[in-house]
T-cell receptor, first 114, second 109 residues
Framework: DVKVTQSSRYLVKRTGEKVFLECVQD?????MFWYRQDPGLGLRLIYF???????EKGDIPEGYSVSREKKERFSLILESASTNQTSMYLC?????????????FGEGSRLTVL | QKEVEQNSGPLSVPEGAIASLNCTYS??????FFWYRQYSGKSPELIMS????GDKEDGRFTAQLNKASQYVSLLIRDSQPSDSATYLC?????????FGKGTRLHILP
């Protein structure tokens, strides 16, 4: 069965802390994505990765960075968390070819920054 | 114009009726479109994809793509209470999958 696992379902952090959100997929997918979802704003793309060590900025990359050292793992990093980064973070993956676009999502990580 | 736009709803439909969800898209979006369903507190799951002009049917769901008018729609026949969810329209911009804000659908028993 398809599996995208996000290591933390709920996190509470303080302003200025460094935050790591981990995502692992077991489907040998080339492409991985990080979105955030906020009420009234929908799903917005933060970063995505075509393959290992490759990354591209999405629509709202400011304040975030990513790491993809292994194919199955894609990490989202908040270098210095701020209250406006309180959100639901969703990781997703898909095959690079054929480029069907079907995304498989993890269960999400709800981050609260105090 | 935003790349993918949807009416946020809520859309209320009586049980057994047809629910019609619509989405418009900009010139930047390529001809690959997807409908995801998201239950409250859950992650989105793909229910339909459509790549060519016209209709595509899968059980009670029909996706319609009209390239000339730049809209894509999802019809749900014989609506059930279990169809109550947020429906997200998505399209491809290069290799990015961009989502609309979603339409909340309520099926009234």
């Amino acid at each position: 069965d398809v599996k995208v696992t996000q290591s933390s379902r709920y996190l509470v952090k303080r302003t200025g802390e460094k935050v790591f959100l981990e995502c692992v997929q077991d489907m040998d997918h080339e492409n991985m994505f990080w979105y955030r979802q906020d009420p009234g704003l929908g799903l917005r793309l933060i970063y995505f990765s075509y393959d290992v060590k490759m990354k591209e900025k999405g629509d709202i990359p400011e304040g975030y960075s990513v790491s993809r050292e292994k194919k199955e793992r894609f990490s989202l990093i908040l270098e210095s968390a701020s209250t406006n980064q309180t959100s639901m973070y969703l990781c997703a993956s898909r095959f690079g070819q054929p480029n069907t676009g079907e995304l498989f999502f993890g269960e999400g990580s709800r981050l609260t920054v105090l | 114009q935003k790349e993918v736009e949807q009416n946020s709803g809520p859309l209320s439909v009586p049980e057994g009726a047809i629910a019609s969800l619509n989405c418009t898209y900009s010139d930047r979006v390529s001809q690959s479109f997807f409908w995801y369903r998201q239950y409250s507190g859950k992650s989105p799951e793909l229910i339909m994809s459509i790549y060519s002009n016209g209709d595509k049917e899968d059980g009670r769901f029909t996706a319609q793509l009209n390239k000339a008018s730049q809209y894509v729609s999802l019809l749900i026949r014989d609506s059930q209470p279990s169809d109550s969810a947020t429906y997200l329209c998505a399209g491809k911009v290069y290799d990015k999958i961009i989502f609309g804000k979603g339409t909340r659908l309520h099926i009234l028993p």
